[in-house]
Each structure stands twice: as structure tokens, then as C-alpha cells.
């Protein structure tokens, strides 16, 4: 499995970002996905997650602003990020689980990241 995030950047505080991470392998669909994030200093925290029968989980700080979303026709997760702000800069990961996971906060694939900073 291999994990390639795309739609990061630089983005002023209020905006708006749609990051993607495409996924090779064949056990897209029948897997968990998730978003986490990290800035220096401290631990990655998970973002969002979003299970093979579609239930999702959301961090409380991105409740409502966040929306993450899977394509498995195209074996294509997005995070939807809205109202922006400066707290959410941080180097931002996909993962992705075994297959049939019985838990949203395990994953044993990642991707290499992508860097989004919000400007105030």
C-alpha cells in the first residue's frame, strides 16, 4: 500500500482547503482511513477518520469545520477543511488500516505527509 497526499499550501486564516491522498493496493474499500496531523513538539493527533461502512469520527477542534470523505471507485480520501485557522498548521498524514478494522484510531500505512500553514 502506498499513500500520496495532495492540496496542501498556504492558506489565510478563514479560507478554505481540500486535501486528497490517493491510495495504491487493492484493499482501499475494505479498509479504515483517517487524517492526522502533527506540529513540532508534539504528538500526531488524529484529525478524522472514516471507517468501510463510512461512519466517521472527528477531532472536537474540527467538529463542523472538517468534513472527510472517501472515493473508493477512485481509491481517493479528501479532508474537507473550512474556517481555517492558524492552530490547524501542521504537517498533515493519511493512513490507512488492514482490512476489515475493528477499530478507527489504528493504521498501519501512512503516507509522507503534506504541510498546511495558515496565515492570520
Known amino acids: 500500500v502506498q499513500l500520496m497526499e495532495s492540496g496542501g499550501g498556504l492558506v489565510q486564516s478563514g479560507g478554505s482547503l481540500r486535501l486528497s491522498c490517493e491510495a495504491s493496493?487493492?484493499?482501499?474499500?475494505?479498509?479504515?482511513l483517517a487524517w492526522y496531523r502533527q506540529v513540532p513538539g508534539k504528538e500526531r493527533e488524529l484529525v478524522a477518520a472514516?471507517?468501510?461502512?463510512?461512519?466517521?469520527v472527528y477531532a472536537d477542534s474540527v467538529k463542523g469545520r472538517f468534513t472527510i470523505s472517501r472515493d473508493n471507485s477512485k481509491k481517493t480520501m479528501y479532508l474537507q477543511m473550512n474556517s481555517l485557522q492558524p492552530e490547524d498548521t501542521a504537517m498533515y498524514y493519511c493512513?490507512?488500516?488492514?482490512?476489515?478494522?475493528?477499530?478507527?484510531?489504528?493504521?498501519?500505512?501512512w503516507g509522507q505527509g503534506i504541510q498546511v500553514t495558515v496565515s492570520s
Open positions: 493512513a490507512q488500516s488492514t482490512p476489515f478494522p475493528i477499530t478507527l484510531y489504528e493504521y498501519d500505512y
Open positions: 493496493g487493492g484493499i482501499f474499500m475494505i479498509s479504515a
Open positions: 472514516v471507517g468501510n461502512d463510512e461512519r466517521t
